[in-house]
């Protein structure tokens, strides 16, 4: 008995000293590998952190690839603010409502800093293709389906993916590829008021297969047979944030739908997107517009197949190095329930509406759009309106130009006929960062006080 409990013995001394070489082993190849590792990037990483440190009053931001003087880098001061800090604020500055950037989500990637940033090594991604010999990160498909499953805003089963540079991109080789299809001149139609890229876009890369045509309206009330055509439909609508369906229907007529503002956080979700060509950008969903990155959802193969031999023809597909900071940015995103950014954004464009639209009822001058409150997929109940624009009109029949009237007051809006509607009509954006959207209140504010009956604003 003795005898055996020494053999045991040794069997768990041997052991011991066996596991505690190979875990003392471990730990010092996972300090050697870690060492490694920050041997290359503790440069990159430190200029980053010393780039980011920089103060800009709060109304401003450094790059690293922005201007340095004397070794230290330049702030780029936000609209309306000057000075080495931009802490100078410029009184008589125009409120400038006229871009789409969708800066105002700059505080939650702020907040958000490290789990969203992506330190590159110089080797990364160096060939033209995956290891799959395909053009796109087949994880980046992954986490794409996931945030539509979070969002609740698109079926995406039984769909093929498109990587494109953003939704401009997309929109071009789904033309491209529909047009394919066409056994006559495909004419491409938008109902009014519309985005006006899908005019100066189809124009510009115009051939014997397709062309731009207009208001799908007007077709659709004076042609008894639509032919071959092409209808871009915006939903939610730019620049009036309307949910639309396609106007024409057939056989011979197929439909683009730029879903760029279907999230959460500017439109009610009422049921998933089911339609055979869907375009999503990041831009809209992240904020992440000067990345150029989007997709397209696409039901047809051969439609997909010639989107794709668009791209590959075009680009040879979508850098690697957007695709690693799309996927990065992605994971960032759906880091515990994914519903962060989502609730995020919905209240930050909740509370610009509110207070837009609370100035322009004291107003007997103008008026914006209506958008119903309407029952939301994603938040499970009915919710009010979070677009990313105001469709503001001026009432007064004198007012013919609006965004003339507009400029008189320090505010710079886009005019009405770009969009093939009235000039009556200007779109101001509300999606640049608060200092811009103060301004901008400000200013209405400003122009809502100076009509008769209305001093107490």
Known sequence: MAKFKGFLFGVFFVGSIALNIFFLTNNLYVGHVNKQQLSWSQRAAAEAEAVASVSCSGHGITYLDGLFLDEKPVCECNSCYGGPTCSHFLPDCVADADSGDPLFLEPFWMQHAESSAVLVAGWHRMSYVFADQSYMSQVLQNHILKVHSIARNAITKGKYLVFGGGSTQL??????ALSLNSSSLA??????????????????????????????????RTSNSTGNAIEFVTSPNNPDGLLRKAVLQGSSVNAIYDHAYYWPHFTAIPAPADEDVMIFTISKLTGHAGSRFGWALVKDEDVYLNMLKYMQLAELGVSRDTQLRALQLLKAVLEGDGREIFHFAYEKMRDRWEKISQIVSLSKRYTIQDIPPQYCNFFEKVRGPSPAYVWLKCEREEDTNCNAVLRGANIIGRLGS?????????????????????????RLKELVSKEGGAETL
Do not use: I
């Open 171 to 176: 929109l071009s080789a789904a033309v491209f």
């Open 187 to 220: 004419r491409v139609v938008a109902a009014s008021p519309y985005y006006p890229v899908y005019k100066t876009q189809t124009d510009f890369f115009e051939t014997a297969h397709f062309e731009f045509q207009g208001d799908a309206l007007l077709m659709k």
């Open 418 to 442: 770009l969009f093939n509607a009235s000039d009556r009509y200007v779109r101001l954006s509300l999606l640049k960062r608060d200092d811009d959207f103060n301004l901008l209140l400000y």
